[in-house]
């Protein structure tokens, strides 16, 4: 994930190094078994074997319920004026332009992000796919929609920051329809199958018309970037319920080629958790049947009695002095 930053990152770095070659470091990871595996990342991008890295495995008896204030979605509704739509010979990113910025804040996060784009990861077949799993289940396809926090002036200088960027995360699941939200993009990837390839949507979609039909429910953990160079920026929202894609929708994913042959497969391997705290949100009303929450309702109750004593005292006293 986040190819496109990364990129960006490498080429800077290229400039400061005067290095000619940046062109080749862009494309110097891969997925497939050999020296450009993900298990040899960390020879070249040291943050790659750091301790709090992602794809993480979830699983759901160990996580701390919480309930958080509402995620807030900003300009949501409205189509893009224009949306690209690239393969970088890692993932397929969609880039959008809008009139007014996209942007999230609410939830476990402090400052408000905007969003700066989306792209996909997936596997050789339906029974895996997605790089976060959830009780050590894959889904077979997971999106990640990237935003970046604007108490920073550009994206550059939130790659440095531990709180610089906020991945949406949402899991696919197989279903015998096609998803009408997704054929225009589907539609599309015939026209970037190599590396390199850019074409335009010509409707697009809304970021809401992506988005999982509850936005109430989601893990979340701090973790980092998913390729090179792993740095570890990134909070975490990964939704609970999954959006419906077919078996052929995912297919034409699988049919793109990167530099190396075909991408088949882009996901990471989970790694090692190292005590982090992953939270759940239960949302709502739910919240009232976790232990946390009942500690708190029991704390109001007693608050409500000496609530009602204090009343009653005031009564008291009221009548007294009368
Ligand atoms: C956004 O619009 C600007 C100006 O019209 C254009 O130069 C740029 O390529 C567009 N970017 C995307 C991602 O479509
Ligand atoms: C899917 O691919 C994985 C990884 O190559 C393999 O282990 C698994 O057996 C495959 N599953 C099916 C149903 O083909
Ligand atoms: C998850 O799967 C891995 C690999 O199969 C296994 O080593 C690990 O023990 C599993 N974790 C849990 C909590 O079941
Ligand atoms: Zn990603």
Same mark, same amino acid.
């Given at each position: 994930?986040?190819?496109?930053?990364?990129?960006?990152?490498?080429?800077?770095?290229?400039?400061?190094?005067?290095?000619?070659?940046?062109?080749?470091?862009?494309?110097?990871?891969?997925?497939?078994?050999?020296?450009?595996?993900?298990?040899?990342?960390?020879?070249?991008?040291?943050?790659?074997?750091?301790?709090?890295?992602?794809?993480?495995?979830?699983?759901?008896?160990?996580?701390?319920?919480?309930?958080?204030?509402?995620?807030?979605?900003? &300009?949501?509704?409205?189509?893009?004026?224009?949306?690209?739509?690239?393969?970088?010979?890692? /993932?397929?990113?969609?880039?959008?332009?809008?009139?007014?910025?996209? #942007?999230?804040?609410?939830?476990?996060?402090?400052? /408000?992000?905007? *969003?700066?784009?989306?792209?996909?990861?997936?596997?050789? !077949?339906?029974?895996?796919?997605?790089?976060?799993?959830?009780?050590?289940?894959?889904?077979?396809?997971?999106?990640?929609?990237? *935003?970046? &926090?604007?108490?920073?002036?550009?994206?550059?200088?939130?790659?440095?920051?531990?709180?610089?960027?906020?991945?949406?995360? $949402? *899991?696919?699941?197989?279903?015998?329809?096609?998803?009408?939200?997704?054929?225009?993009?589907?539609?599309?990837?015939?026209?970037?199958? $190599?590396?390199?390839?850019?074409?335009?949507?010509?409707?697009?979609? =809304?970021?809401?018309? $992506?988005?999982?039909?509850? =936005?109430?429910?989601? *893990?979340?953990?701090?973790?980092?970037?998913?390729?090179?160079?792993?740095?570890?920026?990134?909070?975490?929202?990964?939704?609970?319920?999954?959006?419906?894609?077919?078996?052929?929708?995912?297919?034409?994913?699988?049919?793109?080629?990167?530099?190396?042959?075909?991408?088949?497969?882009?996901?990471?391997?989970?790694?090692?958790?190292?005590?982090?705290?992953?939270?759940?949100?239960?949302?709502?009303?739910?919240?009232?049947?976790?232990?946390?929450?009942?500690? !708190?309702?029991?704390?109001?109750?007693?608050?409500?009695?000496?609530?009602?004593? #204090?009343?009653?005292?005031?009564?008291?006293?009221?009548?007294?002095?009368?």
């Amino acid at each position: 994930m986040l190819v496109q930053i990364a990129a960006a990152v490498l080429w800077t770095v290229g400039l400061a190094c005067g290095s000619p070659s940046h062109g080749e470091n862009e494309q110097s990871f891969g997925y497939d078994s050999g020296e450009l595996d993900p298990s040899h990342w960390a020879n070249e991008y040291k943050t790659c074997s750091g301790k709090y890295q992602s794809p993480i495995d979830i699983e759901e008896n160990l996580v701390t319920k919480v309930n958080l204030p509402l995620l807030r979605f900003h &300009n949501i509704d409205t189509l893009p004026t224009s949306t690209t739509i690239t393969n970088n010979g890692h /993932t397929v990113v969609l880039q959008l332009n809008y009139t007014a910025p996209v #942007m999230i804040s609410g939830g476990p996060l402090t400052p /408000t992000y905007r *969003f700066t784009q989306l792209h996909f990861h997936w596997g050789v !077949n339906d029974s895996l796919g997605s790089e976060d799993l959830i009780n050590n289940h894959s889904y077979p396809m997971e999106l990640h929609m990237v *935003f970046s &926090n604007t108490d920073y002036d550009d994206e550059k200088i939130a790659l440095t920051k531990n709180d610089g960027l906020v991945v949406l995360a $949402m *899991f696919f699941e197989i279903t015998q329809e096609d998803n009408p939200v997704y054929s225009e993009i589907v539609n599309t990837l015939g026209q970037i199958n $190599m590396p390199d390839q850019t074409s335009n949507l010509l409707v697009g979609f =809304t970021i809401r018309s $992506m988005l999982p039909e509850s =936005t109430e429910l989601y *893990f979340t953990y701090k973790g980092s970037l998913t390729t090179p160079p792993c740095l570890e920026v990134v909070t975490w929202i990964d939704f609970k319920h999954p959006i419906q894609l077919s078996h052929n929708q995912v297919q034409a994913f699988r049919m793109l080629r990167s530099k190396h042959g075909q991408l088949t497969h882009n996901s990471r391997p989970v790694q090692e958790l190292s005590g982090r705290p992953v939270w759940y949100n239960v949302g709502g009303f739910a919240a009232l049947n976790t232990p946390t929450i009942q500690k !708190n309702t029991a704390a109001s109750f007693g608050l409500a009695i000496s609530k009602i004593f #204090m009343l009653l005292c005031c009564k008291l006293a009221t009548l007294t002095l009368f």
